[in-house]
């Protein structure tokens, strides 16, 4: 089966934009542009992922998917996370947690995966699906008991766009690719950067990470807390639709690279971290060369596309079929 350009292009972006944005996360207090750019690229980058994701689930009742899922995620999430706890005490003398509850850093993902296609199993046939998916997620910010433990908030909040792209079909996509989309994507893309810009504080980007309860982020009396939720599903489903009406269908020069961006996302936290501790961090923040970011971050994923360090992953994280749950072959 041909692999689909569109697809790929929109995981290669995207991936580059995680590396981006975790990078960003430690300026965003010292240059207004950088926190309007991390907080303009968050209000879409996971959300599009994760629709991906849901639309590659499209086998979720055939028997025997949903077991081989939770197979194959499972152990490379136990894996990284004992992996990742160790790495980040041994060399960076971190207290070590060795919980499988509370996922490491990024690794929330891999988790959320595994309860994204169990909670499939069960909304994908129910006629109002995504309405109580969202009211789900609204109410459940209430809920100081759903929080980072076995990432149940982040699971809960990014649900819908997972089902969305379960419902959504090739052609719903690629319909996209018309004129009137594509200049509807260029409009919101610049009104939405300068809305970001020019007026939203950029402490509000807590309420598109969903990963803590309105008690935690809301700045309002608790009754109108939920409209905070509210407002960010409209800006993220709105910047999802901006986003992949700008993607290219047909094959550029990364496209390959959408093709393993799994493990790219999987080991991307290794280099970042030890970003996090060197002297060039430093250098970017005082010399104020912010471009060296986007170069940075361009030759992180150019290191982690490369065929032995994928290789490698895909060993550990892939069964041998002949194409996975995430649309790799």
Request: include cysteine; hydrophobic fraction near 50%.
């Amino acid at each position: 089966m041909n692999r689909i350009p569109y697809f790929d292009n929109a995981r290669a972006i995207l991936i580059y934009l995680v590396i981006v944005g975790h990078i960003l996360s430690k300026y965003i207090d010292d240059s207004h542009l950088l926190g309007s750019i991390y907080m303009f690229i968050y209000t879409f980058h996971m959300p599009a992922f994760i629709l991906i994701s849901g639309f590659f689930a499209k086998k979720i009742y055939e028997s025997g998917y949903l077991t081989k899922v939770i197979k194959k995620l499972l152990f490379p999430y136990i894996l990284l996370q004992i992996f990742y706890s160790v790495y980040y005490y041994y060399i960076f003398d971190d207290s070590i947690e060795l919980s499988l509850f509370i996922p490491r850093w990024a690794l929330w993902f891999l988790l959320s995966l595994i309860l994204w296609n169990i909670l499939l199993y069960f909304f994908g046939k129910i006629k109002y699906g995504l309405p109580l998916a969202l009211v789900i997620s609204i109410l459940i910010g209430y809920d100081d008991s759903i929080n980072e433990v076995l990432s149940l908030s982040r699971t809960f909040f990014f649900f819908p766009f997972f089902l969305v792209g379960y419902y959504l079909k090739t052609e719903h996509l690629l319909k996209l690719k018309s004129r009137t989309h594509v200049l509807n994507g260029v409009l919101l893309a610049m009104i939405g950067f300068i809305t970001i810009y020019y007026f939203v504080p950029i402490e509000q980007h807590v309420w598109l990470l969903g990963k803590r309860p309105y008690d935690e982020i809301s700045t309002v009396p608790m009754q109108w807390a939920w409209l905070g939720r509210f407002v960010a599903y409209i800006v993220m489903f709105t910047a999802t639709y901006m986003f992949l009406t700008l993607v290219s269908n047909k094959r550029r020069f990364y496209t390959s690279i959408g093709s393993v961006t799994i493990s790219i996302y999987l080991l991307h936290m290794v280099v970042i971290r030890i970003f996090y501790d060197s002297p060039i961090k430093e250098y970017i923040l005082e010399s104020k060369q912010y471009w060296l970011i986007f170069v940075f971050a361009a030759s992180i994923l150019f290191i982690l596309s490369r065929k032995p360090v994928y290789t490698v992953v895909n060993q550990i994280c892939t069964l041998p079929t002949k194409k996975n749950i995430l649309g790799h072959k």
